[in-house]
């Protein structure tokens, strides 16, 4: 089956870090991966699509200048979050959508657990 | 606006027992539904779309459109069936995906 390879699964690191979190689709192409962020007991919020070879569609709310998308390849996508504050600790989750005709499900990753100090 | 309502954060059953976990939606054009699942410590993945109408692990979902819900049924629980659930809905062909809150269902022996 599709697999989505999200790394690393944690990161602690003090305050004014830029951090960066990988999506790797590892056996299938992904045109397009979602990024995701989960506060503790609430639902997975879409933060950005990420298209391959063009710039990412943020969600509304979302400072595309602290959270960089970049989606070089069609196997992996990178959300670097720039000079991160406690405020930004959450769980990110990624999601690739593999290429193709019809219908193709989102497959995701483990997710990554940001813990900013 | 696009909403997807889980009302129950906890659902706990007995073991053979039937199970609904409730979803209701409110979009103004034509959604597509989705349920996710997470079993412990596992990925979060698809279990069924309601455009396929399928059968999946003994669950299935019907949309209706009056009540604007897509509640999830199995009829006895097994005790696998231990996991979160989140109820999603995206635009028909679209990318995005909402996602409602997520239930977790326990299913007791």
């Known amino acids: ?7 690393p699964s944690r990161v602690i690191c003090k305050s004014g870090t830029s951090v960066k979190i990988e999506c790797r689709s590892l056996d299938f192409q992904a045109t397009t991966m979602f990024w995701y962020r989960q506060f503790p007991k609430q639902s997975l919020m ?3 699509t990420s298209n391959e070879g063009s710039k990412a569609t943020y969600e509304q709310g979302v400072e595309k200048d602290k959270f960089l998308i970049n989606h ?29 005709q019809g219908y193709q499900p989102q497959h995701f990753g483990d997710g990554t657990r940001l813990s900013i100090l | 606006a696009q909403r997807v309502t889980q009302p129950e954060k ?15 939606y409110s979009y103004s054009g034509s959604p ?45 629980a097994q ?31």
Request: charged residues 20%.
């Open chain 2, 79 to 109: 005790e696998e069936d231990s996991a979160m659930y989140y109820c999603a809905l995206s635009r028909k062909g679209g990318n995005k995906l909402v996602f409602g809150a997520g239930t977790i269902l326990r299913v007791k022996s």
């Open chain 1, 72 to 100: 070089a390849s069609l196997t992996l996508s990178t959300l670097t979050v720039t000079s991160a504050h406690p405020e930004d600790s959450s769980f990110y989750i990624c999601s690739a959508r593999e290429s193709g």
């Open chain 1, 1 to 7: 089956g599709a697999v989505v390879s999200q790394h």
């Open chain 2, 32 to 76: 597509e539904l989705f349920w996710y699942v997470q079993y412990s410590r596992q990925r979060l993945q698809l279990l069924l779309r309601h455009i396929s109408r399928e059968s999946i692990k003994g669950f299935t979902a019907d949309l209706n459109k009056g009540e604007t819900s897509f509640h999830l049924k199995k009829p006895f």
């Open chain 2, 10 to 24: 906890l659902l706990s059953v007995f073991k053979g027992a039937p199970v609904e976990l409730k979803c209701n």
């Open chain 1, 46 to 48: 879409l933060m950005a």
